[in-house]
């Protein structure tokens, strides 16, 4: 089952889960072709096979809804870090380049400090080297 981004959260699995429900109640033949009166065994395979694909249904929508939220939450804390997007409503892709550039400025920022402290050529090179590879 495929998740629309623009659906409600816990809104695409209601009408599976419905179709589940009502598929379950139907009678089942046997194998000689007749109606059981009470439930046979193949019925009640039959139903916990569609309590089990029910209940995985849901676990998995819960999940992915668990996921999303987290998601959702550590965007919203990186936004708040980078002072020029804090608290304002902007796409991932906004989030991720401001918070790029707020990383790119820090870097600069070092390497100007340390430049200005009187450091040594070798050392710049080895901060520059350190921040190149994180």
């Known amino acids: 089952m495929t998740h629309k981004s623009n659906q409600k959260p816990f809104g695409g699995h209601k009408k599976v889960l419905s179709q589940l429900q009502s598929s379950s109640t139907t009678t089942t033949t046997t194998t000689t072709g007749h109606r059981p009166t009470s439930p046979s065994i193949e019925a009640l ?3 916990c096979a569609k309590s089990r694909r029910i209940s995985n249904i849901l676990i998995d929508c819960e999940r992915r809804n668990r996921k999303r939220m987290i998601l959702y939450r550590e965007y919203r804390r990186l ?3 980078v002072p020029t997007i804090a608290h304002r409503n902007v796409s991932k892709l906004t989030i991720i ?4 550039n707020l990383i790119s400025q820090l ?3 070092v390497i100007h400090k340390l430049q200005a402290q009187g450091s ?3 050392t710049l090179s080895k901060h520059r080297h350190m921040f190149l590879n994180m």
């Open 45 to 47: 395979r039959c139903r």
């Open 79 to 81: 936004r708040d870090c």
């Open 97 to 100: 380049n401001e918070a790029v």
């Open 107 to 109: 870097e600069l920022a």
């Open 120 to 122: 040594s050529p070798q």
